[in-house]
């Protein structure tokens, strides 16, 4: 620091000192000043966060246009009228109002609203209960914390160490969600959910897409029938899914993208996207000046408190329990409980209402893929049933010979999947895919956190003719089997 910016450092104390202001560290901080505790928020980029400008809200902007009309061409009476291309250009403005613009305004206003303190600039931990914001102009800020410090800086995209990577200036899931144009071809190394929604997307705004694959199959984390119906689709779109397939090497030649695999092709396109995982943004917020290890993922307990530190709290992302936006929010409003709690001097609460601990993030975790068709999924598959050593049975239901499904439209195909655990008989996991099943998953999320008896599930009676009835043909299945 040079001694003109030390006369500018100012010193403020707050009850508890948030580092983010994405989705999650705005319930944290919404939690803790409902409660009275003063609350300063620091973010060095857009309030509002990954979310909502470069992940959930454009990425299923651009996705919807693609589900409608797929649901619509499978609609005698309607698919003539929608065999055209999509109007890019309209899609593309529409993704711009979700993030308005790339402009943070209406989410800076709900955040002060709150009654919480906004902090331009990079936010670090320089010490316990301390947190110094430099910020745009250079000027520092030191914030201390009576109570509790959350760190909500979530996660970036994890690129690989390839030769040529740097010169090929790859888009990752930033650059896919916000392209003002679609590319003439696109290359898409992943399997995975950022892969094969914007392998999804994409193709159907006029790319040609090439989808690389490392490992058998697409969304690897869901039961395989999942990936296997979202490749199928794919390929009848006219994408390129290429299974078993690395990258060894990628250039740029006279602006064009050059790949080559392991197998030795060569492939070339105008951009190229690796959806290869995630990493924690934690390697430049000061971890060292309390232990712990800069860019690693934080080691929490059930309320999200760092271990070994009373005082800290690390939330959504960066404790690598759930890496979900609906998942961290859930986190936030732990952690902000807690804290909270912590604070009046009670101890924390681990009754069913009101708890002040986070048992969602491992064993009954919502999903939803946004392709076509949909793929959803909570809870375990059966390969990570049996893994954990519970004695379960799978069954299996065609979607397509449920009532309500047949009135989507012509060639409905999709497939739902019930684990059951035979000592209990309850649900460990549920796995849907098919046009629409995105809103069926929150009632297999509440079978599954509920531990519901399956004999007790036959008492719920789903409205005909739904897709839902899907869940009377699982229990048939499951008694018949």
Not at 370 to 382: I, K, Q, R
Request: proline share 5%; net charge negative.
């Amino acid at each position: 620091m040079t001694e003109t910016q030390s006369t500018h450092t100012e010193t403020t104390a707050y009850d508890v000192v948030v580092i983010g202001a994405g989705p999650v560290g705005e319930n944290v901080a919404d939690r803790t000043r409902a409660a009275g505790l003063s609350t300063a928020v620091v973010e060095s980029e857009l309030v509002g966060g990954e979310c909502s400008y470069w992940a959930c809200m454009p990425s299923k902007a651009l996705l919807r246009p693609v589900l409608a009309r797929a649901d619509a061409r499978r609609l005698p009476g309607l698919s003539a009228s929608v065999q055209g291309p999509l109007d890019t250009a309209a899609v593309l403005a529409r993704r711009d109002s979700f993030t308005s613009g790339w402009k943070d305004d209406g989410q800076v206003r709900w955040l002060e609203g709150t009654g919480a303190d906004l902090y331009r600039g990079r936010g670090r931990l320089s010490g316990p209960r301390t947190v110094t914001v430099t910020g745009p102009d250079g000027r520092e800020s030191v914030l201390t914390a009576r109570h509790a410090v959350a760190v909500c800086t979530g996660s970036r995209a994890l690129l690989p160490d390839l030769p040529g990577l740097d010169e090929v200036r790859p888009w990752t899931s930033r650059e896919a969600t916000s392209a003002p144009s679609a590319p003439g071809r696109l290359v898409v190394v992943g399997g995975g959910v950022v892969a094969t929604e914007m392998a999804c997307a994409w193709q159907a705004l006029g790319s040609q897409v090439t989808v690389l694959v490392r490992g058998d199959g697409l969304l690897g984390r869901m039961e395989p029938f999942a990936g296997e119906l979202v490749a199928e689709a794919l390929t009848e779109a006219g994408a390129d899914v290429r299974t078993g397939t690395s990258v060894k090497a990628v250039s740029r030649e006279n602006g064009a993208v050059v790949v080559l695999t392991g197998s030795g092709d060569r492939i070339e396109a105008d951009e190229i996207l690796f959806a290869t995982g995630r990493a924690p943004r934690t390697d430049d917020i000061g971890l060292e000046t309390i232990g712990l290890e800069p860019g690693s993922w934080l080691d929490v307990d059930d309320s999200l408190r760092v271990t070994g530190h009373d005082w800290l709290y690390a939330v959504g992302d960066v404790n690598h329990r759930a890496l979900l936006t609906h998942q961290g929010k859930y986190q936030a409003r732990i952690a902000g409980a807690a804290i909270v709690t912590r604070a009046a001097g009670e101890p924390v609460r681990t009754e069913k209402w009101g708890a002040h601990t986070a048992t969602a993030d491992h064993a009954a975790v919502p999903q939803v893929v946004f392709t076509d068709p949909e793929a959803a999924s909570v809870g375990l598959t059966l390969a990570e049933a049996e893994q954990a050593g519970h004695r379960v049975r799978a069954v299996d239901v065609d979607l397509s010979s449920v009532a309500g499904a047949s009135l989507y439209g012509d060639g409905y195909r999709g497939r739902a999947r019930m684990v059951v655990d035979l000592e209990d008989e309850i649900v460990r996991g549920v796995t849907l895919v098919g046009p629409g099943v995105g809103e069926l998953i929150h009632a297999a999320t509440v079978a599954v956190t509920g531990r519901v008896p399956v004999g007790r599930l036959w008492h719920a009676v789903p409205s005909y003719p739904t897709i839902s009835e899907v869940w009377l043909r699982l229990l048939e299945a499951y008694r018949d089997a």
